[in-house]
């Protein structure tokens, strides 16, 4: 698809002859949200193949960036990925040592990093690339799953990304467009700590 983006683009442009200028606009927002999808995707493997390789550091693995590159990247394949990768981090941890105590912390310290990457990383980092919510996100990647197995995981949120965009551009449809969106407001009664402090932050890079 990614190949045939122009030929579809064209297609567009001539099935609609009266708003083209809006279907060249509408196929511009939706590469730049696959882009940002990318990018954002880019930046979760990172993070999961620092926080890795820290902690195979710190328990003495010796090819610790190897496995720490490796779980990155099968974390990609949402679950399964982290399955099979996490199987090879344990079996080489549980052969290189002499206690049960090595293997059963790498199990529990990498079951908490997918928990915290799939709960929080993802939503956080790839929702603000393409502008959805971190609960459209998730919701995205649970139907994902249901409708196209580990596929529908990976290509949903960027799927909902142009479903925003689409929704954006009607006016009878916008509210759900907004629904999806991250731009959510907050009284000062329910703002926390960090939603204080990003508003001040804001506030104070308007003034300079």
């Keep these: 698809m ?5 030929f579809f683009s064209e297609f567009l442009v ?19 949200v696959i882009q940002s999808y990318l990018a954002g995707m880019i930046r979760v493997t990172g ?5 890795a390789g820290i ?10 960036i190897l496995f720490a590159a490796f779980i990155a990247i099968m974390n990609l394949i949402p679950y399964v990925g ?3 990768s996490s199987v090879f981090a344990i079996l080489y941890v549980f052969l290189t040592t002499d206690s049960f105590f090595y293997p059963f912390i790498t199990f529990l310290t990498l079951w908490g990093i997918q928990l915290f990457e799939n709960n929080i990383i993802t939503p956080i980092v790839v929702g603000s690339k393409v502008k959805v919510n971190a609960l459209a996100v998730i919701l995205a990647i649970l139907a994902g799953g249901w409708l196209w197995g580990i596929s529908g995981m990976v290509l949903f949120i960027p799927l909902t990304g142009i479903l925003k965009i689409t929704l954006d551009r009607s006016n009878q449809l916008s509210p759900f467009g907004y629904l999806l969106g991250d731009d959510v407001p907050v009284t000062e009664a329910s703002e926390n700590f960090w939603k204080v402090l990003k508003r001040r932050m804001a506030s104070g890079k308007n003034r300079k």
Excluded: A, P, T
């Excluded at 990614?2 to 122009?6: H, I």
């Design 2 to 6: 990614l190949y045939y983006k122009d």
């Design 14 to 32: 001539r099935i609609s002859s009266k708003n083209q200028e809006e279907v060249i606009h509408w196929v511009g927002d939706s590469g730049k």
């Design 47 to 51: 993070i999961v193949s620092v926080l």
């Design 55 to 64: 902690f195979f550091y710190l328990i003495g693995v010796e090819y610790f």
């Design 82 to 84: 982290v399955f099979i």
